[in-house]
């Protein structure tokens, strides 16, 4: 991934850590891509009638290599418009840093609705053998512990590419990323598709026509995500959302897809630009 309403919210830090690559030795080989890209958002349909119109746009830098861990900054400005003047305007910004073993995930996430003042989280995550630390500054300190199953963003994407190229076509894995409070896990099952050749394009947007790219195959990706905590307590096998992407096997995203159930909105890439990369010495 990975927010832009609060089960809306959440699903844009996730998004960020689905647009942004992995690393690391369980990922695809090869260096992943250090990018920026941009991408104009789209409602595509409303199930409920509650949204009439949505827009916005997602801002996501990809920096770092696998001697020095991967940082993520991300941005989303979003505004729904649910009719009779009610216009709900968010902005996200999150900046994260996970190194490419998946042992160290640092975060800080603020969000704004209209002129409320901005929710922030700050906390840093640390894998210590069976269980990971999690140490939390905002929104109000805590130190808690999570099972070591748990990954974090980048070593998601990570597993999905090694899945993809392993013909997996199904893998379930549970998520901790900072979003909300802080102290969000969620599960996730992911659904992968059958690899897109190179040389077929569905549709042309900076990612399919830029030099780096054009060799690369891709496969189209949905991640369902469900809260942990409702499924213990009452079973509850509904998704709080589902995104849909095609992944590149250099951990590029294209062509999103955010499906929050009542409303879906789509995310076309309007900008790609391939960033310098310090090679590991």
Known sequence: MMHLFRTSLGVMALA???CGPG????????PFLAHQALYDLSLVKSRSNSVNSARGR???NFTGSSCEGYTSEFRQVSELDSG???VTLSDLRSNSWEDAAGKSYRFKIETRMNEADAGRVDGSAERDGDHINVKLKLPAPKSFTLDGKIVFPTEQIQRI???AKDGKSLLELSVYDGSDDGQKVYNTLTVIGQAIP????SSIDPSTTDEHMKSLKRWPVTVSYFDRDAQQKEGEQTPIYAMAFELYENGVSRQ??????DFVISGAMGKFDVKDSKPCN
């Open 58 to 60: 997602i801002l996501y």
């Open 161 to 163: 590419i090694a899945a």
């Open 256 to 261: 999103l897809v955010l499906d929050y159930n």
């Open 23 to 30: 690393g690391g030795a369980l990922a695809a080989n090869g």
């Open 16 to 18: 960020a850590a689905a």
């Open 84 to 86: 009779e003047g009610k």
């Open 198 to 201: 190179a040389d077929r394009a």
